[in-house]
């Protein structure tokens, strides 16, 4: 096992007063007693979701009406036919939540699309249930600690995040992605390089959060990681083209540059369903804070770039790297903040058994609060969700090199090998 993987172990045999305080702290009684709170508020929201889901005002609309007009050869990405394809088959709404996604995820909701529209929202409900339990399974072996103290710590603190309860009622695709990437995770682990670079590109559904990540494995010369990503990447490509043309990706393309120009007015966000308020990444918090201002956009550009130097410069870490993917991001609403188990459970696995303090103190304590997002978020407007960048923000700058660090058989670079074991 390399050094990354011994040190916190280290640091646990070096104060055992501060374990035993820890164990005091985070008994199994204290984490029943927390996330079952936790669990409830969620159940209650969710409850209170549902109606909109009832009316047709989720994000499903745009899925199932996808997948019915791709199963019935109606041209997609385009904005008025959708708009009367979704008042028609589901409610009306005199504007239409638009299809935002590559051709090739459009796949997963045909057959969905095939009865009506609340018969499909609980089809994918279940089946988003089924991608949470696949996460789970495959995080066991990294989430041993939490186990060991607690048998459903786990599955708990997973079911008990609010970002999770909002993909699941708003039938987004969130949890779909939280299973690409744990797979990624995995495979990397294990040394599949070339393995997590394809399931990598699975998660090209959502390509804002993607492309960064592929980006950062890019610059640490993890080049079987990347062939992996690039043979996936081509292969949905030209799935893409083959069920849609390429003239009508041409049109998908041209859509997300004219959506991208248009969104940034009341009217466009509107239009567009895209409202920066609600997300909680760099975009977001800049241009709420700047009321769209042309500076909120310069720190937005600048920000971003020194995310992408400084995870650059550290080592290779897959929830680092998802960490950056994250916050540079364009479109990132916090219902994929469901993305962030991923790192959190990893490091709550990493600090429950070892010293709170310093650098690792800091992104625990931030990991909690993300984790309190279902008692916060109860008083907290979808407006307001922008805020939620800070405490991501500081958990990707406080993240450390021993939470979740690749085995040395998963680098590519002979040079990272030999710094890894």
Not at 157 to 186: D, H, K, T
Request: net charge positive.
């Amino acid at each position: 096992m390399s050094t990354l993987l011994d040190t916190g172990r280290l640091h646990s045999r070096s104060a055992p007063g501060q374990n035993q305080r820890n164990r005091e702290t985070w008994t199994k009684e204290r984490l029943r007693l927390y996330l079952g709170g936790l669990l409830v508020i969620q159940l209650i929201l969710c409850a209170m979701f549902f109606r909109f889901a009832h009316r047709g005002e989720t994000d499903f609309r745009t899925f199932y009406t996808t997948g019915h007009m791709l199963r019935t050869g109606d041209a997609i990405y385009d904005y008025e036919a959708e708009r009367s394809a979704q008042s028609a088959l589901v409610s009306f709404n005199p504007y239409a939540v638009p299809f935002m996604y590559p051709p090739f995820a459009a796949l997963l909701f045909v057959p969905l699309a095939l009865g009506s529209y609340m018969t499909g929202y609980f089809l994918f409900f279940a089946l988003n249930l089924c991608f949470c339990g696949l996460a789970l399974l495959i995080m066991r072996p990294y989430t041993t600690s939490l186990e060991a103290r607690w048998r459903l710590l786990v599955p708990v603190l997973f079911l008990s995040f609010l970002p999770l309860g909002i993909a699941l009622m708003f039938g987004q695709v969130s949890l779909l992605l939280l299973l690409f990437y744990c797979a990624c995770f995995a495979a990397l682990q294990k040394g599949k390089a070339i393995l997590a670079g394809f399931f990598l590109s699975l998660a090209l559904v959502k390509f804002q959060i993607a492309l960064p990540v592929a980006f950062l494995f890019l610059v640490w010369r993890q080049w079987r990681f990347i062939a992996g990503f690039l043979c996936g990447a081509i292969t949905l490509t030209l799935i893409s083209i083959r069920i849609t043309g390429l003239k009508v990706m041409e049109t998908y393309v041209e859509s997300l540059v004219f959506m991208s120009r248009h969104a940034s007015n009341a009217a466009g966000e509107a239009k567009y369903a895209t409202f920066p308020a609600q997300m909680p990444n760099l975009y977001g918090f800049f241009h709420s804070i700047s009321h769209g201002a042309s500076w909120g956009l310069a720190l937005t550009i600048l920000c971003s770039l020194l995310v992408l130097f400084w995870a650059a410069i550290q080592k290779p870490s897959l929830p680092l790297a998802l960490l950056a993917g994250v916050l540079v991001s364009y479109h990132f609403f916090f219902y994929d903040a469901t993305l962030l188990l991923l790192p959190i459970s990893l490091l709550f696995n990493q600090s429950i058994d070892s010293p709170i303090r310093g650098r690792q103190g800091l992104a625990f304590y931030a990991g909690i609060f993300l984790m309190l997002a279902s008692f916060w978020g109860a008083f907290l407007t979808f407006d307001f969700h922008h805020l939620a960048a800070i405490p991501i923000a500081a958990l990707f700058a406080c993240w450390g090199p021993t939470y979740a660090p690749l085995s040395p058989s998963a680098l590519s670079s002979p040079a990272l090998a030999k710094v890894a074991a």
